[in-house]
């Protein structure tokens, strides 16, 4: 099993363009979200799913889209990238709430700097 | 504002050293978990404490819950220099958002 897997690992954008960060993961997990890390703001939930077809915001939602078409793939795009985008993102998954919580795996991460 | 905060910021100790560190949260949660982030890497997870529970072991960790006080104390005894990484506490006021601290950084020194 491969896990979580992001790509890519690192990009860089000019301000104005757009992107998408793509996630994909192998384990059947009902559940996908994306975080972001900043130095000294520890991670932060942008949008998250519970299943295909269904999406819903997080912490910090603002300049960024995804969708969910599959069960394996949960896309994060950045319509009009800002430099105060520039971060590292990351995906994490689970299962339905085994037992009543929700223990993420996550992917090694993607950098992104907008310029 | 954060919902869970570690303290310390950071923590520096020699191998074969105990490691504590701690959590506070604000409002009341289901579940707490500590996760590990080595340097460039992805959160990985170490050990959950429903809130019913009190105290619980996994190997060389050991994680306490005071629901009374709003906190968590995460100890790694017998530190090895594989521990060097940052520490993150993570709570779910709501199952769907898992909400982090901003981490203590352990460094073990051999």
């Known amino acids: 099993n491969a896990g979580v897997t992001q790509t890519p690992k690192f990009q860089v954008l000019k301000t104005g363009q757009s992107m998408t960060l793509q996630c994909a993961q192998d384990?059947?997990?009902?559940?996908m979200s994306w975080y972001r890390q900043d130095p000294g703001m520890g991670l932060r939930l942008i949008h998250y799913s519970v299943g295909a077809g269904i999406t819903d915001q997080g912490e910090v939602p603002n300049g960024y889209n995804v969708s969910r078409s599959t069960t394996e793939d949960f896309p994060l795009r950045l319509l009009s990238a800002a430099p105060s985008q520039t971060s590292v993102y990351f995906c994490?998954?689970?299962?339905?709430?085994?037992?009543?919580?929700?223990?993420?795996?996550f992917g090694a991460g993607s950098r992104l700097t907008v310029l | 504002s954060q919902q869970g905060e570690e303290d310390p910021q950071a923590l520096s100790i020699q191998e074969g050293e105990n490691a504590t560190m701690n959590c506070s949260y604000k409002t009341s949660i289901n579940n707490l978990q500590w996760y590990r982030q080595n340097s460039g890497r992805g959160l990985v997870h170490l050990i959950l404490?429903?809130?019913?529970?009190r105290e619980k072991h996994s190997g060389r960790l050991r994680v306490t819950l005071d629901t009374s006080k709003k906190s968590s104390s995460l100890l790694i005894t017998a530190s090895r220099a594989a521990d060097t990484a940052s520490y993150f506490c993570a709570t779910d006021v709501y199952i769907y958002k898992l909400t982090f601290g901003k981490g203590t950084l352990l460094t073990v020194n051999p």
């Open positions: 994490a998954s689970s299962t339905r709430f085994r037992a009543g919580a929700n223990v993420l795996t």
């Open positions: 404490i429903r809130s019913n529970e």
């Open positions: 384990m059947n997990h009902e559940y």
